[in-house]
């Protein structure tokens, strides 16, 4: 497969911001050929360079989440700093952020201020409540979206206190809002030739997912609740056992798949039982059909029991983790584990680039770079800053060049 520049390339992003939301954006607009030039604080960057797990001190997160990025530092709380960002913004497409609503305007970064340096520049804005509203200007992580969105209502047992999934789903919902308001707006300044601002709420990228939760409620007086692993009268579909301890998922729900997992069982005749037939019936017994179910898988193996699904067309799965989609040849086939070699030579596997473009296939991601590798190289071709200047910038902690 030939390997090119990716579909989005041509496009400058300025990354401002830290953390998940607004980086993890940076991140797949990078996986998309967008050049991205990653603004980090002079004195230790990105908070996300020492989050999670980390090796020889730096985050085995960093590698993927600043991939394809430019580490460009400079002081933002400065003047001298401010300045040099509005002179970047000027030659960008699109500037990214994910500060504290109000925070851009105090620093003169906010939208008045860029589009006139460049009124092409879209400017995407990432946090917790949206730049507008009564608690616009609340600080708001991703896990206070997830519970205002409503899905931490819905996740978990019924018995139990609401939980949330192990990975950060809110920030992550708002970073592909994010990219797709961004290709939007893009998109429309094809045909009008302005930018715009494009604005992400963290609880409004959660609450977007919540199918049709308000109208159950609203007119339908059904509050969707925490029902654990399975959804209410959608049967069979649930996580089976199996003889070898594994965990498989099974979703035969669809009146027609369900008659191919009784044939699979060799139980063809529960296929036309009245309490099975169809959907709704099925859903009412759902606790008897799937104890049916797990007797049968309980007595295989993972790996009979996925044969049996697949020689009958049953949609099916094991509970993946890390280490089996390392070694699951299917994600090694769609080039969906890349290996990122960090600076200390260790080469980090990580997901690759979803999704997946017939023609314009990026190039493999690169690993994220150390704090300020590109300040010099981006300051003088973009901003103009000559030597003179470097060395005064320099000196005065107003920007920082990661060391040769």
């Not at 390997?3 to 954006?25: D, H, M, Q, W, Y």
């Not at 299917?330 to 030579?345: I, P």
């Amino acid at each position: 497969m030939t390997k090119t520049a990716g579909p989005l390339s041509g496009l400058r992003v300025l990354e401002l911001g830290s953390f998940i939301a607004g980086p993890f954006a940076g991140q797949l607009l990078g996986d998309y050929g967008a050049e991205v030039l990653k603004v980090e604080s002079t004195g230790a960057g990105d908070s996300m360079r020492r989050w999670g797990v980390t090796v020889d001190g730096e985050s085995l997160w960093w590698p993927s989440i600043a991939r394809n990025k430019k580490s460009v530092a400079i002081d933002l709380r400065r003047p001298e700093g401010q300045d040099l960002v509005r002179k970047l913004a000027a030659e960008a497409d699109i500037v990214l952020e994910n500060f504290r609503p109000g925070t851009l305007a105090k620093w003169g970064l906010d939208y008045p201020a860029l589009s006139e340096v460049n009124p092409r520049v879209i400017l995407v804005h990432v946090s917790g409540f949206g730049q507008t509203g009564p608690r616009s200007g609340d600080a708001g992580f991703g896990s206070v979206g997830e519970a205002m969105g409503g899905i931490r209502h819905t996740t978990g047992n019924p018995d139990l206190p609401p939980t949330r999934s192990g990975v950060s789903l809110g920030d992550s919902l708002a970073a592909l809002f994010a990219v797709i308001g961004t290709l939007a707006a893009v998109h429309e300044r094809s045909v009008s030739g302005r930018g715009q601002e494009v604005d992400v709420a963290i609880y409004e990228a959660v609450a977007a997912l919540m199918e049709s939760t308000m109208a159950d409620h609203a007119i339908g007086g059904v509050t969707r609740g925490r029902t654990g692993s399975v959804l209410p009268k959608v049967a069979p579909s649930n996580v089976y056992p199996t003889s070898d301890g594994a965990e498989v998922l099974i979703a035969a729900n669809a009146d027609t798949v369900f008659r191919r997992l009784c044939v699979a069982m060799g139980r063809p005749e529960l296929a036309d039982d009245p309490k099975f037939a169809e959907h709704g019936p099925r859903g009412d017994n759902m606790a008897e059909i799937d104890a049916v179910i797990g007797a049968w898988t309980r007595a295989m193996t993972a790996d009979e029991l996925l044969k049996a699904m697949e020689d009958n067309g049953v949609p099916a799965g094991r509970i993946y983790t890390a280490a089996d989609m390392l070694a699951d040849p299917h994600y090694a086939a769609r080039d969906m584990v890349v290996e990122l070699v960090n600076r200390f030579g260790t080469a980090v596997p990580a997901t690759g680039v979803v999704p997946k473009f017939s023609r314009t296939t990026p190039q493999t991601p690169v690993p994220g770079p150390i704090l300020g590798d590109h300040t010099r190289q981006v300051l003088a071709e973009l901003a103009g800053i000559d030597e003179s200047r470097w060395a005064d910038l320099e000196s005065t902690g107003v920007a920082f060049q990661a060391p040769s």
